[in-house]
């Protein structure tokens, strides 16, 4: 079982899982996304938003969480092969942060979509 098809798939869903907790745990800009999603969540629940709205925030959130995580793995790796300063390192550090940017702005745009009717309704 542990080396068969399915208990590789199980196996790696912990370690995938293993991974989400030390992001939640140890990396600071993927605790500040959680607490952010978990205030629009309070936000969407008091507004009573559509379903199709609590898709789209459900897809931002996942969109900013996933882009935040994998930024914190390009960092990681690139502390790892190469401590010391470097402008190789650093153009990749600013890259990969580049793509949370890109999603933080969808994240942010989807955000305004979704509330502004509710915050300002009839304009
Ligand atoms: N080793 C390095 N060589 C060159 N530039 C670097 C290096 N480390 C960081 N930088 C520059 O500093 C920026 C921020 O780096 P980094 O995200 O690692 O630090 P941080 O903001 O303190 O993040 P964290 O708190 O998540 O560690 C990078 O985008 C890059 O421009």
Redesign the pocket.
């Known amino acids: 079982m542990r080396d068969s098809f399915l208990g590789k798939r199980i196996r790696g869903g912990g370690y995938a899982l293993k991974g989400a907790w030390l992001l939640l745990k140890n990396?600071?800009?993927i605790q500040v996304q959680f607490v952010i999603s978990i205030i629009m969540t309070i936000v969407g629940i008091y507004f009573e938003i559509t379903g199709t709205e609590w898709i789209l925030q459900l897809l931002a959130i996942g969109l900013v969480m996933s882009a935040e995580g994998l930024?914190?793995a390009i960092?990681a790796m690139?502390?790892f092969i190469?401590?010391?300063?470097?402008?190789?390192?650093?153009?990749i550090?600013?890259i990969?942060?580049g793509g949370v940017c890109f999603a933080a702005i969808i994240a942010f745009i989807i955000g305004c979509i979704i509330y502004y009717p509710y915050i300002f309704p009839g304009i």
Not at 82 to 91: C, E, R, V
């Open positions: 990396e600071a800009s930024n914190s960092e690139a502390d190469h401590p010391d300063f470097h402008s190789k390192i650093g153009h550090k600013d990969a942060a």
